[in-house]
């Protein structure tokens, strides 16, 4: 048994899998499973705290998704969605305080372009709105958009 536990920890998908198990109660898993927290600790800095909030108010809310959509146009350009909703046509960006920057201001502009090329609709969580009331700020940027 425990060397699958740690086999599981091993990978990021494995992390993800225990933080959701647990509910992300980080508390609790830094009381009575150290060695978890150790490990989960650093999947969430490698991803950031939004999307796992994120993934957890889609599975809460039985929403479709896909995690990390790569789309790819016919001119080679690739982009990546933090999460796809296919049953809506609707992308999920995550936005931290990195996409203030004047340089990633931009870079979202021509992301949120190229979705509208594909005729999809853009959801931009800001991180602020999430510190507040994470699945209040989700469901009203979706309900701007929808």
């Known amino acids: ?5 740690k086999e599981q920890l091993s990978t990021p998908e494995g992390r993800r899998q225990m933080l959701l198990w647990h509910g992300f109660d980080l508390k609790h898993l830094q009381e009575h499973h150290p060695k978890v927290f ?4 650093r999947y ?7 999307e796992l ?3 957890r108010l889609l599975k809460r809310i039985r ?3 896909k995690r990390e ?3 790819i146009f016919s001119d080679g350009t690739r ?3 933090d999460f796809y909703l296919p049953e809506y046509q609707l992308v999920i960006e995550c936005d931290e305080k990195s996409h203030n920057h004047p340089v990633q201001k931009r870079k979202d502009h021509i992301k949120n372009q190229l979705y509208h090329r594909l005729g999809l609709g853009i959801v931009r969580v800001k991180e ?11 469901l009203s940027a979706i309900s701007k958009v929808a």
């Open 69 to 71: 959509k790569l789309f």
């Open 79 to 81: 982009i990546r969605a």
């Open 128 to 138: 602020k709105a999430y510190k507040i009331n994470p699945l209040q700020a989700l």
């Open 63 to 65: 929403v479709k998704y």
């Open 44 to 50: 969430i800095y490698d991803i950031g705290w939004m």
């Open 38 to 41: 150790h490990a989960c600790e």
């Open 53 to 55: 909030v994120t993934e």
């Open 1 to 5: 048994m425990k060397n699958r536990f």
